[in-house]
């Protein structure tokens, strides 16, 4: 033991050349030891060859290192590759053994991973080893070492380990260059929900790096001053096109980034299988599962291998791959289906028969032979599998889209089927698949074909109806027949045999062919009765006849038409069964009432039968539909029972009648309408309501309170008779306000609320009042007609132009009030108090405007204004239609003349008047041509004591009502006025229509002066003002 | 007689050094050195309103150019929309420059050596954002539309500068190539051009 070890020792010693060149290092004196040396080592490998020789045959660990260890990184997986050798093995020797290695990181003390790996060692053999790293390899250094042992079991124990090899330093960030910042790994491919280290590297720790991952600062621990590792924890899938992480450096503003890619998990594949069609080629498929997201990055692969033949197909496609079964040489497979991409490797395994998984291809060739109305031969081909399988093979038979045979073949090569039970004249579909008989795997797909069995005659009489009108004494018939279903037809019917026969003529028989499609045909007939027989016809034959007899009876007798009430599912007739014989009923209506074709319809019933539903899809709510029922006696004549009509649905009235107000009182009216609706009706009308709005808050007897959609509260009274076309609403408020509106209802409701008619109740005293007012009215318009009828006479009784004071009526008042002493006053008992002398000018025309006015000079009869102090005592009218013999006693008492312009201007109701005047006068003035003479008639208004001289006022207090006129008197032109007046403009005139016989007391009454003075021209009563006259009203 | 000798000797090696001088001067430049006479011929003749052409094409390839980088920064993700002068900076160093005031054959020439940097460059984004952007079909479009106008505008270019000037041959220089480069450096690489493009591309349609 001793030897054996000294002999390691001297190995480990020779192994190692720094420990030899130290060796001799120290020696200093290199010959005589090497000469030592040299015999020493042959000495000694003399003896190690001994004691090799002896391992083997004492079984005793032999120390084999590990020789020229390399290690290559690679970064992208972060991954360290180490390979290897064993010297010293023999050749053609197999060991078995042990190799320990450390892992450090940043340092040699350091050490993260240990690991021991074994393995069978052959001679000169390549050793590989790799391990992955967490952290990215650029972040910091590692360092490798390693140690060998035997793990042969020939070795006994205790086993012993080699020694270590030299730490072998992994340093990548040397070749990273001198970039201020970097950020590790790069493109780093991850499943989501995994761990991943980041790092960043730096070149100077003094720099203050702050790390974002999708924008939000992440913290991470420092490795190193000039390392900082982040350690992201199950990252999430986020988006396709990865994750940007990056780092910031400040100063500097470097930004360095990584992507990260977090792709969805890889799935194992789902569903696989494998089948053949053939037994030649096998067809593999399966569900590859869900998107890894990452399809550009991550393109996954797939990969079949069998096992028992020990073949591999890469597969093309994702989802399915072909396989060359060899059914000859091999019946069992063994499929491994292995999935994978860069993160993950996913296997399902498949064991399998070939035969057990045989899905049959498509039988072919179908084909229908022998096709009867009831049978037919169906045959098809399938392709064959194998030799001698038999397949199984299913046949359906659908007939109007289902399946009504089923059945089950085996074939080998062709199939054949009898199909029986068929209908004549009938499309049918046939469909086969086959399967493997004796190993049942899949169904073919279907193959399938359609055949058409063959016509036979029809088996059912047509059913048929008639309706029978009556024109021009003739009868004409409307024979009506229904088509034959499909199942009674059996074939396509070519024509209808319609044959009359005269039951009360001689026997003769009239034959009318009808072609098909129609289903009805008009007959004129006469009043015999008739017999009809109606055949449906294909190809092949002639249905039974359906017969009906046209009686001579029409037999329409009165019956009451009943109310049948109907639902969506129809209406539900019945009626009583009849005492006699009959064959059968038949209900008969128009399915468009509205329309004037009205599509009669109907329906054929057995004897038995006393009641049926009719329901149609073309029934509509709002529609009254008209049910007759006939009842079929055993001569075939039909004759009506019952007559019926409803709705399927009652609506409630679209519209409202329209209602007439009469009778209207103070506390009625009434209300009138022409019933409603027009036809047609959408339901049965059940009555009105009459809502009436008012001031009331409390509804009267018979109504009650009503809110209308509006929200408004109304009083609604209900008509439940709907023939009542009158309402008489009572108790109303004399003169008060009612709006009323009138709708129908029906079973469905009343009518849609429209506008509310206004009704305003009489006044109780406005009838009085109409009593009384009506005759004064008619009074009053009766008299005015006489009146002016009877104007003229009028004219002259009552209000002649020249008044005869001697008539007045006046005058009979007064004396009827005993008063003798006024009587007419006299014009010679006037006595004038002055004489207005108007001076007249020649030759002064031109100058007239520029010099003052002329004066009038008056000859003061009585005292002058200084013995009155008031008004003059009289009022002067001038008229001509007096005569001159009175100017001679009685002169004119003009006014002050200063007072001129404002009496005009008081006269005229327009200033354009008053220039007219006033240029009138002037002109007038001037234009009065010398020597010619009129005569200005002076009209004295007196006072009530004008006619007493020795009564007259000396200072009145009060102007004296003029109220009667005094003697008229003629003045002579020499005395009076100017010789000459132009009559005036007509614009300026002032148009009276009978003198002013009052206008003396209105004067007096406003104190207002005017002059009214009479042309030449107004003698026909025409009144003009004079602008050079006044008179006075005081 | 020898004197002449001398004389015509020292001139032809005068020549020749000139000669040498300017060989080694074009050698390392990138201008053309495409004799006066040397034959130029193009495919198809050129447009007779060239020049109107090229400033339409720069006019359009200035209009979309903002619009290019801006689809594209916002396509790379955070943080290139936030920090454009770090990451988007034009600091393409071995850009090729253009000089606004040259005459028009040197900024035809400047021209082409550009848009012949850009082309390459900008199939290259192109294929990166295919792969890296899949479904940012917007910004593929304006790449491709881009490079469609860049194609025209480096024939037309071409054709005028072998019409008018007889040049038949320019120098080029290409971008880097981003293929070996990891994701994040290509959108940062393909930012940095798009930037550069937009500045350049303004200054030379502004010149013609």
């Known amino acids: ?1034 | 007689m020898k004197q002449c000798r001398r004389i015509w000797t020292i001139l032809r090696e005068f020549l020749s050094l000139l000669l040498v001088l300017h060989c080694t001067h074009g050698a390392g430049s990138p201008l053309p050195i495409t004799p006066v006479n040397a034959t130029c011929a193009t495919r198809h003749p050129c447009h007779s309103n060239l020049m109107n052409q090229i400033r339409n094409q720069l006019a359009q390839l200035n209009g979309s150019a903002n619009a290019l980088f801006i689809l594209y920064y916002t396509a790379q993700g955070e943080p290139f929309p936030n920090n454009l002068d770090k990451l988007c900076g034009p600091n393409v160093t071995d850009f090729p420059p253009f000089h606004a005031n040259g005459t028009e054959k040197s900024r035809l020439v400047e021209l082409y050596r550009i848009i012949a940097y850009l082309g390459p460059s900008l199939g290259n984004i192109t294929r990166d954002q295919k792969v890296l952007n899949p479904n940012a079909l917007s910004l593929h479009s304006k790449l491709n539309a881009t490079a469609d106008i860049m194609r025209g505008l480096l024939s037309n270019v071409l054709c005028r500068l072998c019409n008018k000037y007889h040049v038949a041959h320019v120098d080029v220089a290409y971008g880097p190539d981003t293929s070996g480069k990891d994701v994040f450096q290509k959108k940062k690489l393909g930012c940095q051009l798009l930037g550069k493009y937009k500045q350049v591309i303004a200054v030379v349609a502004q010149a013609f």
């Not at chain 1, 790069?186 to 280290?197: A, I, M, P, Q, R």
């Not at chain 1, 539900?572 to 064959?583: A, G, H």
């Not at chain 1, 001569?635 to 609506?651: C, D, H, N, V």
Request: include cysteine; glycine fraction near 6%.
């Open chain 1, 1 to 1034: 033991m001793f030897v054996l070890r000294g002999v390691q020792r001297h190995l480990r010693f020779a192994q190692r050349p720094d420990l030899n060149e130290k060796f001799y290092k120290m020696s200093g004196k290199p010959e005589p030891m090497a000469v030592f040396s040299v015999f020493q080592t042959t000495f000694l490998l003399a003896l190690l060859s001994l004691r090799m020789y002896q391992s083997q045959v004492f079984s005793e660990p032999l120390p084999l290192a590990p020789k020229s260890l390399e290690i290559s990184i690679d970064s992208t997986h972060q991954r360290l590759h180490l390979q290897w050798r064993v010297h010293n093995l023999a050749y053609h020797r197999e060991l078995k053994m042990v190799f320990q290695i450390e892992i450090s990181r940043i340092k040699t003390s350091n050490v993260i991973w240990v690991e021991n790996y074994s393995t069978t060692v052959k001679w000169n053999q390549v050793l590989r080893w790799s391990w992955e790293s967490q952290l990215p390899l650029e972040c910091t250094q590692h360092f490798v070492r390693m140690r060998s042992g035997a793990a042969d079991a020939q070795i006994p124990e205790p086993r012993f380990w080699g020694d270590w090899t030299s730490w072998e330093e992994v340093a990548v960030q040397s070749s990273l260059g001198h970039h201020p910042l970097s950020v590790f790994p790069k493109d780093k491919l991850v499943e989501e929900g995994s761990n991943v280290t980041v790092c960043y590297v730096s070149r100077s720790h003094h720099n203050n790096i702050s790390c974002y991952l999708e924008g939000i600062q992440i913290h991470g621990e420092q490795l190193d001053p000039n390392v900082c590792v982040f350690h992201l924890n199950n990252v999430p899938f986020i988006r396709d096109t990865g994750t940007n992480m990056y780092c910031k450096m400040d100063p500097g503003g470097v930004i360095k980034g990584i992507v990260l890619f977090v792709s969805k998990v890889f799935e194992e594949p789902k569903d696989f299988s494998c089948e053949t069609r053939d037994l030649k080629t096998l067809s593999c498929t399966w569900d590859p599962g869900k998107d890894t997201g990452l399809l550009t990055q991550l393109s996954p692969s797939y990969t079949l291998f069998e096992s028992f033949s020990g073949k591999k197909v890469i597969c093309t496609h994702k989802s399915w791959c072909d396989w060359q079964a060899a059914p000859d040489s091999q019946e069992m497979y063994n499929f491994t289906l292995t999935a994978g991409n860069d993160l993950r490797k996913r296997s399902v395994h498949l064991l399998f028969n070939l035969t057990h998984r045989v899905h049959p291809m498509a039988p072919f060739n179908v084909l229908f032979k022998n096709v009867s109305p009831t049978n037919a031969a169906m045959t098809w081909r399938v392709h064959s599998i194998g030799n001698y399988s038999t397949l199984l093979c299913q046949v359906e038979l659908y007939g109007e889209g289902k399946v009504i045979q089923k059945q089950n073949v085996s074939v080998v090569a062709n199939g054949e089927l009898l199909v029986r039970n068929l209908e004549p004249y009938t499309e049918y579909v046939a469909q086969v698949r086959c399967a493997h008989a004796s190993h049942f795997w899949r169904w073919s797909e279907w193959t399938r074909d359609n055949f058409t069995t063959a016509e036979a005659a029809p088996s059912e009489a047509p059913d048929v109806w008639r309706e029978v009108k009556s024109v021009q004494g003739h009868r004409v018939v409307t024979l009506f027949w229904k088509p034959l279903s499909k199942l009674q037809a059996k074939g396509k019917i070519l024509f209808y045999n319609v044959v009359l026969e005269n039951l009360d003529g001689p026997s003769t028989m009239k034959l009318l062919s009808i072609p098909a499609p129609a289903n009805c045909t008009e007959l004129a007939l006469d009043h015999h009765s008739y017999q009809i027989h109606v055949t449906a016809n294909n190809s092949v034959g002639t249905s039974p006849a359906a017969v009906i007899t046209l009686s001579r009876d029409p037999g329409n007798k009165d019956v009451e038409e009943a109310r049948v009430k109907g639902t969506k599912d129809g209406f539900s007739l019945s009626w009583k069964p009849q005492p006699r014989d009959v064959t059968g009923y038949i209900v008969e209506w128009c399915e468009h009432p509205r329309d004037p074709r009205c599509d009669l319809q109907w329906k054929s019933l057995g004897p038995n039968t006393t009641s049926t539903v009719v329901s149609s899809d073309a029934f509509r709510p709002g529609v009254r539909y008209n049910f007759r029922i006939y009842g079929i006696s055993t001569e075939r004549i039909p004759y009506l029972l019952e007559k019926k009509t409803g709705y399927s649905q009652e609506l409630a009235p679209s519209d409202s009648p329209q209602v007439h107000i009469g009778n209207l009182t103070a506390s009625s009216f009434t209300l009138s309408w022409k019933g409603w609706p027009a036809e047609p009706q959408p339901g049965f009308l059940r009555g009105y309501s009459l809502y009436l709005k008012s001031k009331a808050v409390q509804c009267l007897p018979g109504s009650e309170k009503a809110v209308l959609p509006d929200g408004s509260v109304c009083c609604k009274y209900k008509i439940d008779n709907p023939k009542q076309k009158t309402f008489v609403v009572q108790n109303l408020q004399p003169a008060s306000f009612y709006e009323f509106f009138l709708t129908p209802y029906t079973s469905a409701g009343e009518g849609p609320l429209g506008t509310f008619t206004k009704v305003t109740t009489q006044d109780e005293y406005s009838r009085i009042l109409i009593r009384i007012l009506v005759p004064m009215i008619l009074c009053i318009l009766l008299l005015t007609i006489l009146c002016y009828l009877k104007s003229q006479w009028m004219k002259e009784k009552c209000y002649p132009d020249i008044p005869d004071p001697y008539k007045s009526s006046v005058l009979s008042l007064i004396k009827s009030k005993e008063n003798p002493r006024l009587t007419i006053m006299n014009v010679k008992d006037c006595v004038p108090d002055a004489i207005e002398v108007i001076n007249k000018r020649e030759g002064a025309r031109k100058s007239l405007i520029e010099t003052e006015p002329t004066k009038p000079t008056y000859l003061h009869l009585l005292p002058t204004e200084k013995s009155y102090p008031g008004p003059g005592p009289c009022i002067c009218f001038e008229n001509f239609t007096y005569n001159q013999a009175a100017s001679e006693s009685c002169g004119p008492v003009p006014g002050p003349p200063k007072e001129q312009p404002s009496q005009l201007g008081l006269l005229t109701s327009s200033e354009n008047v008053l220039k007219a005047l006033g240029k009138t006068y002037v002109n007038s003035l001037g234009e009065i041509p010398a020597g010619e003479t009129n005569l200005n008639y002076v009209s004295q208004l007196a006072s009530p004591l004008c006619g007493d001289k020795s009564s007259l006022p000396t200072n009145p207090p009060e102007p004296a009502l003029c109220s009667e006129y005094k003697m008229q008197m003629a003045i002579p032109m020499g005395l009076a006025s100017p010789p000459s007046i132009t009559p005036l403009d007509e614009g300026a005139a002032a148009h009276s229509p009978c003198p002013p016989r009052s206008s003396g007391s209105r004067c007096a009454a406003h104190g207002e002066q005017f002059a009214q003075v009479q042309s030449e021209r107004g003698r026909a009563g025409r009144w003009t003002l004079h602008p050079g006259w006044n008179f006075q009203c005081q």
